[in-house]
């Protein structure tokens, strides 16, 4: 035994997860309570990633779906502030810019929409009507909800189609029921789906461009062109579109890229998000503060159980090493709890949105690796001040 | 070989408190020895310091033939983990965790398995005769029988030296006396045992009287007789 080298003995893995695990047994709702905490931090945190995260991939998916290669040119005033209209022809001369693939117009009508005669006319029903070419539903990959889209043979009739929100303005549940245009009662032969890259279409009633002229008295020139060319080729296309439509007075032309508006959207609620995981990271430092405050005061609680296990032998690294642990499992049973929390509140969210639900890995991976700082973090002045007790005084105390 | 040896110890506490003024101790293997005194005489001081909890402000002690006055904060450490076991008068049970969980903690700073810890934690209990209170929680135990776990405790790792300071100081008199009796009967396994009492009828039956007063050894007696 003389001489024979005392090393302390290592303490196995279990074992230090057992003894860190002591503390919080035996003081189940102060755990809870200052656990919540981390829980809250994490599951804002987990939550927000998560849901912009699902609602940008949603974004990407319509755009991907919706195309981002359509671009609109619509005639807006001319120098002295009169509407200018495009020539009859726009569309012909669009489609022979190079790239473009196809080209289509809608026309403003100057018709009053009413549900029948029995409205008054001066009672707008806030539709507007707009001629339409027969291509506009494939170019702008929208598609009809019921009944039919015009097509060579109904463009010519009396008939149209309605937007989405025109329909429910109109009170329109289907195809067959009839509307008013000007005087003149015309058959709803379709509604459409909401117009997702041209949300204006939705409060719109079409109606074919040859049966506009005649019926509605439609000079036939269009409003808005729609085209569409590869997406190599999108930016070429815009620098001449203008041009194209109007020549000589390309000014008065509005030329727009629809799927922006959309992309817009999304950059705006990143603002949001930030400030979201701002607030995420606030609740997540306070409890922090909450750790670190339970850990003081079960120190104070336990020092002659730290007594105790200096007398049985443990390190000073070994009482270090026990406040630490626990301080470690109390964060992170909040992280825990907190990325499940959030988890579940962006499934939730998500799925009433009709959105794909996408919880990327790294920010649950980034709220278990902040817990686990923030367990050192609180943990480690506890624990030197637990560590530094000296083992008489800390078993005298009563 | 001894198992304790003092040389010219001394102890003082800031604000010029001097607990032990210069004692010259020895301890052999198997003894079994009581250290009596008016309270504030320097009784648990002493234990300490045997039990490597302190050092001495001079002088030396070596304990299971270590210079504890050369010794880090963890090779203390791990003397103790391996040779030596405490008792203390008020138990120091870790709530909440059952007679065995106590019992087996004896083991936990010595690199113990849990496994072996949990068998050899179930001998200890079944050798102060807890052996039916294996899974009661210490609020489920009377003082004497807290008392025993902690024995168990402390005898759990086999140590060369067992210290008890007041271990019967919190009990009445039948636990009190059961608890002497585990004592006597450990000491009769070899077990070198250190009992720190103000009991003098204990006292009286241990076979070496040590009687400290104003932090020196005023006396050092072995009865013969009392061993028996
Ligand atoms: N940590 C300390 N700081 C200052 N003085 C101390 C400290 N510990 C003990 N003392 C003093 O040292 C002296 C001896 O104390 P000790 O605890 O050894 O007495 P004791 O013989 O065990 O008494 P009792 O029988 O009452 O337990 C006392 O005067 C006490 O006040
Ligand atoms: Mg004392």
């Given at each position: 035994m003389t001489g024979s080298a005392l090393q302390p003995a290592r303490l196995a893995g279990a074992d230090i997860l057992r003894i860190g695990a002591v503390g919080l047994r035996a003081r189940r709702a102060r755990v809870v309570l200052s656990a919540?905490?981390?829980a809250i931090g994490i599951a804002t945190m987990v939550a927000v990633v998560g849901l912009s995260t699902s609602s940008r991939a949603d974004l990407m998916g319509r755009l991907d779906r919706l195309g981002t290669n359509l671009l609109t040119a619509e005639a807006g005033k001319d120098a002295l502030g009169q509407d200018v209209k495009l020539p009859?022809?726009?569309?012909?001369?669009v489609e022979r810019i190079g790239p473009v693939q196809?080209?289509?117009?809608?026309?403003?009508?100057?018709?009053?929409?009413?549900r029948s005669d029995v409205v008054p006319e001066d009672q707008p029903a806030g539709v507007t009507a707009q001629a339409a070419r027969t291509d506009l539903l494939t170019t702008l990959n929208a598609s009809t909800a019921k009944g039919r889209w015009l097509d060579r043979a109904s463009e010519r009739l009396p008939v149209t189609v309605l937007g989405a929100v025109a329909a429910e303005r109109l009170g329109i549940t289907g195809p067959g029921e009839k509307i008013m245009m000007n005087n003149r009662y015309v058959v709803v032969i379709g509604i459409l789906r909401p117009v997702e890259l041209v949300p204006n279409l939705d409060r719109v009633a079409l109606i074919g461009f040859p049966a506009a002229e005649r019926y509605l008295?439609?000079?036939?020139?269009?409003?808005?062109?729609?085209?569409?060319?590869?997406?190599?080729?999108?930016?070429?296309?815009?620098?001449v579109l203008a041009r194209t439509v109007m020549p000589g007075s390309e000014g008065s032309v509005k030329v727009s890229r629809p799927s922006d508006a959309l992309a817009a959207k999304a950059a705006a609620d990143q603002g949001l998000t930030s400030l979201m995981l701002g607030l995420g990271a606030v609740a997540l430092l306070v409890g922090g503060v909450g750790v670190a405050n339970t850990m003081v005061i079960s120190v104070l609680e336990r020092r002659q159980e730290i007594g105790l296990r200096r007398a049985l032998g443990a390190t000073k690294g070994a009482i270090r090493l026990q406040f630490v642990t626990e301080s470690?499992?109390?964060?992170?049973?909040?992280?825990?709890?907190?990325?499940?929390?959030?988890?579940a509140a962006t499934s939730t969210f998500a799925m009433a949105q009709g959105w794909e639900v996408v919880i990327p890995l790294w920010s649950l991976g980034g709220g278990l690796a902040a817990t686990l700082l923030i367990g050192i973090l609180a943990g480690l002045y506890p624990a030197i001040r637990a560590s530094g007790l000296h083992p008489t005084v800390a078993l005298h105390a009563t | 070989m001894t198992v304790i040896e003092l040389r010219a110890v001394t102890k003082s506490y800031p604000g010029g408190v001097h607990a032990l003024r210069g004692v010259d101790l020895s301890i052999d293997p198997g003894e079994l020895l009581a250290v009596v005194g008016p309270s504030g005489s320097g009784k648990s001081t002493l234990l300490n310091l045997i039990g490597t909890l302190d050092r001495p402000t001079s002088g030396t002690v070596r304990v299971a033939g270590h210079d504890v006055g050369a010794l880090s904060d963890s090779q203390l450490s791990a003397l103790r983990?391996?040779?030596?076991?405490?008792?203390?008068?008020?138990?120091?049970?870790?709530?909440g965790r059952d007679a065995v969980d106590n019992v087996a903690d004896g083991l936990l700073y010595a690199g113990v398995p849990l496994k072996e810890r949990r068998v050899r934690a179930r001998l200890a209990l079944e050798q102060v005769r807890l052996?039916?209170?294996l899974s009661h929680r210490p609020h489920e135990l009377s003082g004497g029988e807290k008392q025993r776990v902690a024995i168990a405790r402390a005898l759990v790792g086999e140590p060369d030296l067992l210290l008890a300071d007041e271990p019967t100081g919190a009990l009445d008199t039948a636990s009190g006396r059961i608890v002497m009796e585990l004592l006597h009967e450990?000491?009769?396994?070899?077990?070198?045992?250190?009992v720190i009492t103000h009991d003098q009828e204990i006292a009286a039956a241990l076979p070496r009287h040590i009687r400290v007063r104003d932090g020196a050894v005023v006396s050092d007696r072995r009865s013969v007789e009392a061993a028996s």
């Open positions: 919540l905490g981390i009859k022809n726009a569309e012909p001369m196809q080209a289509t117009a809608i026309g403003q009508l100057d018709t009053r929409i009413r008295g439609f000079d036939g020139h269009p409003t808005t062109v729609f085209e569409r060319s590869p997406d190599a080729s999108v930016e070429d296309v815009r620098a470690l499992l109390l964060s992170a049973l909040g992280g825990a709890a907190g990325a499940a929390l959030g988890a | 983990a391996r040779h030596i076991g405490f008792v203390f008068q008020h138990f120091h049970l870790s709530p052996g039916h209170r450990l000491h009769a396994t070899g077990t070198t045992i250190c």
